[in-house]
């Protein structure tokens, strides 16, 4: 769905399904299941389903494929985006470039920052240009490339056109990261109007993206206050303890944080919360309960990088400079994330890298790149403040780290990527 956050969004008997699930099934009878695993327990009948359908060979490929791509879009599981990518394909190779396949590919693409295939994807569909979801997805596009100005056009026409919660969202993100956090907020509640009493898991969402807001204004206890609405929209969601996750760690109780991303690993070995599970380890002191956790989060992003995925560039480019404290090896990945995604998170990473390296003056003036459109964020404003002041820059350094403890008076460092 949105570009940084949101990264944007088999018949078997019901209680044996149930208890399969990451739930407790106490008695022999499961307990009711969170709406999460509800859906997660459909999509799967779906798809056993659709891969027994009768029906054409195109278009049960199809199907099935979009069936793949909301699993992958629900749980956010790598493994899951790879077996939606390769039905996509297939499908896409048996039927031809149909729009609704080319959509969800581009959709995929954008999502794990694959930005020129989703551009091939979207110039498949040129005589459909003019559509609000293919100028979405365009804009999306460009604001992952650093065309804020563009994107912001775009936004907008679709809303003259037409006020959907999917528009107001990307506009609502676009505000945020311009620093117009009363703004944003106003557009994720009128997003959160234009929904049905059946969009819960798009309800959740939209409290997540306003508790963060909070949460990079340094108002933890409001965040708090959003995150448990979206956790009461939407039970069970992972993307929700996410966060809390991260609030946990803003607010220095890490024992609790480490408790959260446990559970979350359990579910799904992502490689960034294995990462996170290490640092919030070392916040408490405990460096050989971290390393593990960091080696095991090292291997997963390197597997990723190895397929050819570039998802986790960003992620190697952060690990490298932070945790191993090498400064030209995160170097190596910064630049391979910025010919791909020439946006503001990737010139920060190479400005951080160079400074990690050693190399000031040249971090400076890669930090000058990424403040160039004026995007208004603590963490890299803070960036900026620190490299400035190793280059000798004092007032300037001293200025950049003043603009962000003013928009966020408990900034501390921690960083979610995007």
Known sequence: MIARRIVGWGRAPAGLLVCLLPLSCRGGAPERPSAYDADLARLERLIAAARGAPSLPGEAAGDLALL???????????????????ALDEALARSGPAPRLVLARAELDLRYHRLPEARRALDRLSALA?????????????????????????YRENLDRRRTWDALARLAHLEALRGDAAAADRLY?????????????????????RGRLHLERGRPGEARARYERAGRAYSGYWLVDEHRAELLRAEGRFAEAAALYRELVARTPKPEWQ?????????????????????????????????????????????????RGDGEEALEWARRDLELRPGVPALEGVAWALYRAGRVGE?????????????QDAHLLSRAGLIHLADGRGEEGERLLARAAALNPRYSGGHAHP
């Open 363 to 375: 971090a400076r003036r890669a930090i000058r790149r990424a403040l160039a459109p004026g995007l």
């Open 275 to 323: 990462q996170a599970l290490g640092d919030v380890h070392v916040s408490l002191g405990e460096p050989a309960r971290a390393a593990p956790w960091h080696e095991r989060a090292l291997a997963g992003y390197l597997d990723s990088a190895r397929r050819g995925e570039v998802h986790y560039l960003h992620h190697l480019a952060a690990f490298y400079a932070d945790v």
């Open 68 to 86: 793949l791509g909301e699993r992958s879009a629900l749980t956010g599981d790598p493994r899951h985006a790879r077996a939606a990518a390769a």
């Open 189 to 209: 509640a009128e997003a959160a109007d234009e929904l049905t009493a059946k969009q819960m898991r798009a309800l959740a969402w939209l409290e997540l993206q």
């Open 130 to 154: 003019a559509r609000p979801a293919v100028r979405a997805l365009r804009a999306d596009v460009a604001l992952q490339e650093g065309r804020y100005a563009e994107a912001g056009r775009a």
